[in-house]
């Protein structure tokens, strides 16, 4: 626990106007806790022992797991079906993948291309279009929302697992980068890698994501099809090429047109004309693109510098992709460079769902640039300065707008007086940055490895059962990319007021996968302690030892990290487990932006438990990681963790909540 002087921004006021619109209180007199079922002071005979806090919780989860579980299989057996009537097909993207003719617009790595999902196939005009999407509509009417929910649910875990890869390989590309630099200044040794060797292994790590996904067979469209994919809608955005082939939206990551061949001619296909366009990339790439959301002038494909300064340096040739797009109305013409470019004109299908903006812009609003461009504005920085970066409020919600009150921002943790942090641990000899693993004290701890990647000023690969950072007792320095979450919040985050949520959080800059958002910072405490429960909605009881055990149906994080030994508990014997958390957060009256944070059933970002000073779990720090690539100004939330009916009242009555997530997968209830 990192234990630094308080300093505390006075909103300590009264704090009736923190009530959420239609009944729901937005922040006071629920009296739920984060992870465990509670009882309100009122009814001591009804006061939850530890055991039956969490078995009420185990119990809740394993139903909806069950539930889960019956649902993926009616998915698996429908997706078998489909399987066999597709099995003869033989298919242009296989060919594809065996490396045939898949060379284009080139990204530079890391790129953020945010490929927005105009339409995939908006192109296509036939009936016969309009009868699939005819059918789609009605299988999607007809067999309700659950195929839905569960195709956007695997979209997100598809993209999740090629962040993980991609995460991976960059890490093995930024282990490698360092190699050449220290066999450029050490002599070469034979047997030895050398430079050349560590160059010829050079290979951009969005690529090798895809590589993997697809030996792993987890691109989760494989099969080129016409029509949209189930779960992504319009208006979704990549944020690589690379991801978009990991969903398999498009099976190309540098050509802009991908299409069906004649060989889909013989399949169930075999009515259209071929070769038939079925997705574009309006990547930005050529200087004759003219794009907005309604009307799209694409221009064909070839002939352009791919070196990425966008002149088109030949003719184009009416052939392959260029051949495959059946759309309104095409032309050729002279382009800007004086070359002949072929131009098509793409136009929305009536009835599709419109995309936020007018032009293409890739961002789901317009992030205000300053502080007099802020609407609803009530306060400038609900942190009084503590934080690096300003954090305002806005309030489009009330009349008049009021601001958020009721606490005392709180930038790092306080201590309650009888809770002991124990000692600082020993750390690392590294000098500066810990960058050699085999060596490194610290990344001995996460499994001879550094949780965290330098992309982006540091993102965890993965979520772990517990990330050891270097601490107060290392010799490296504060650069150190094993010190990453200890250095405050670095994007741009605003509290808004909502119509059902009361105060939520949302950041005006994309933040990528495994980033550091913040810390969940309060009053530390003992859960013995807490005597206000019921009409507090902001303790979060540290249960990294229930996380690590998979405890309440809680998926098992990976292991490859020295668990410290605790005190009568045997990791073995799972049933020891079953104990209530002895250590909470309380963010009740004083806290940092994380109290603002609602949960979601679909979150964007996830709980990380990290050790940095001392190595006792059940006082780690609480950090909240991002989950997924996160676009400027979508809410940010995680998930809470309650299990259904694991609440009761003061009476001892069970207590539910509505949740207004709005995620397709939206569990209907916070507890
Ligand atoms: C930690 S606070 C989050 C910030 C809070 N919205 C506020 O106004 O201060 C938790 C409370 O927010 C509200 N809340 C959070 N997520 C919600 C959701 N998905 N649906 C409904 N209410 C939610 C509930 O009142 C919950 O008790």
Redesign the pocket.
């Known amino acids: 626990m990192e234990v630094q002087p308080l300093q505390c921004a006075d909103n300590h006021q009264p704090s009736s106007q923190?009530q959420?619109q239609n009944g729901?209180?937005?922040?006071r007199g629920?009296g739920?806790r984060k992870t465990a079922a509670i009882t309100g002071g009122e009814a001591p005979a009804e006061k939850a022992s530890p055991q039956r806090r969490v078995s009420a919780r185990i119990q809740a989860r394993e139903k909806t797991e069950n539930e889960l579980l019956m649902k993926r299989k009616v998915e698996l057996l429908h997706d078998h079906g489909q399987e066999e009537e597709e099995q003869e097909k033989e298919t242009e993207g296989n060919r594809c993948k065996k490396g045939n003719a898949c060379t284009r617009r080139k990204l530079g790595d890391g790129q953020v291309s945010k490929e927005v999902a105009v339409d995939k196939r908006e192109s296509l005009k036939s009936n016969h279009v309009v009868k699939l999407q005819e059918e789609a509509v009605k299988a999607r009417s007809s067999s309700g929302s659950v195929c839905d929910k569960s195709a956007h649910a695997k979209v997100k875990e598809t993209l999740r697992l090629f962040n993980k890869y991609y995460l991976h390989f960059v890490q093995e590309e930024e282990n490698r980068c360092r190699k050449v630099i220290v066999d450029k200044k050490t002599p070469k040794k034979k047997g030895h890698g050398s430079q050349e060797e560590a160059k010829q292994k050079a290979k951009r790590p969005d690529l090798k994501a895809v590589s993997k996904m697809m030996e792993t067979n987890a691109v989760l469209y494989p099969e080129k099809r016409i029509g949209e994919l189930p779960g992504v809608d319009v208006g979704h955005q990549f944020y690589s090429r690379a991801a978009m082939v990991a969903v398999g939206f498009h099976s190309h990551w540098l050509n802009g047109i991908d299409y069906m061949g004649q060989a889909y001619k013989r399949g169930e296909y075999g009515n259209y004309t071929f070769p038939l366009a079925i997705a574009i990339v309006i990547s930005g790439m050529y200087e004759d693109d003219l794009d907005n959301a309604e009307d799209v002038i694409y221009t064909g494909q070839g002939g352009h510098n791919l070196t990425g300064n966008k002149r088109q340096i030949q003719d184009q040739v009416l052939e392959r992709g260029n051949l495959a797009l059946k759309v309104v109305q095409y032309w050729a013409e002279k382009g800007i460079s004086g070359f002949n470019v072929f131009k098509y004109r793409l136009r929305r299908l009536e009835g599709q769902p419109l995309l936020t903006t007018n032009q293409v812009f890739f961002t789901y609003g317009r992030v205000p640039q300053s502080v007099s461009e802020i609407r609803g504005l009530v306060c400038e920085d609900i942190s009084g300065g503590q934080e690096d970066v300003p954090i305002p409020a806005t309030n489009l919600v009330d009349d008049p707008p009021v601001a958020p009150t009721g606490y005392k921002y709180c930038k790092s943790i306080k201590v309650a007086k009888n809770v002991k942090i124990p000692l600082n641990s020993s750390g690392c000899n590294c000098k500066g940055s810990c960058v050699d693993s085999k060596i490194c004290a610290c990344a001995k701890l996460n499994g001879s490895d550094f949780p965290y990647v330098h992309r982006d000023g540091g993102r965890l690969i993965e979520a772990k059962d517990v990330v050891f950072e270097c601490g107060p007792n290392c010799k490296c320095g504060p650069g150190c990319v094993n010190r990453t979450s200890q250095r405050g919040i670095k994007y741009r985050l605003e509290v808004f007021r909502t119509p059902?949520?009361?105060?939520?959080v949302r950041s005006w800059d994309f933040i990528p996968s495994g980033a550091p958002v913040c810390e969940y910072v309060g009053v530390l405490i003992r859960t013995e302690d807490l005597d206000n429960v019921a009409d507090n909605?902001?303790i979060f009881e540290i249960d990294c030892l229930q996380t690590m055990n998979g405890l309440g149906g809680r998926e098992k994080r990976s292991r490859d990290v020295s668990i410290p030994k605790i005190e009568g508990i045997d990791r073995t014997d799972d049933q020891k487990f079953e104990v209530v958390p002895e250590f909470g957060i309380d963010a009740g009256s004083a806290g940092n932006i994380a109290?603002?944070?609602?949960?979601?059933c679909e979150p964007n970002l996830f709980v990380q438990c990290v050790l940095s000073s001392h190595h006792d779990v059940k006082l780690a720090r609480v950090m909240l990681f991002a989950a997924d690539n996160i676009p400027p100004l979508q809410e940010l939330t995680y998930d809470y963790g309650y299990a259904l009916d694991s609440v009761h009242g003061p009476d001892g009555k069970v207590k539910q909540?509505?949740?207004?997530?709005g995620a397709a997968d939206c569990r209907k209830r916070?507890f």
């Open positions: 923190v959420s729901v209180a937005g922040s629920t739920e059902k949520k009361g105060w939520a909605n902001y109290r603002f944070i609602n949960h979601s909540m509505p949740c207004f997530c916070l």
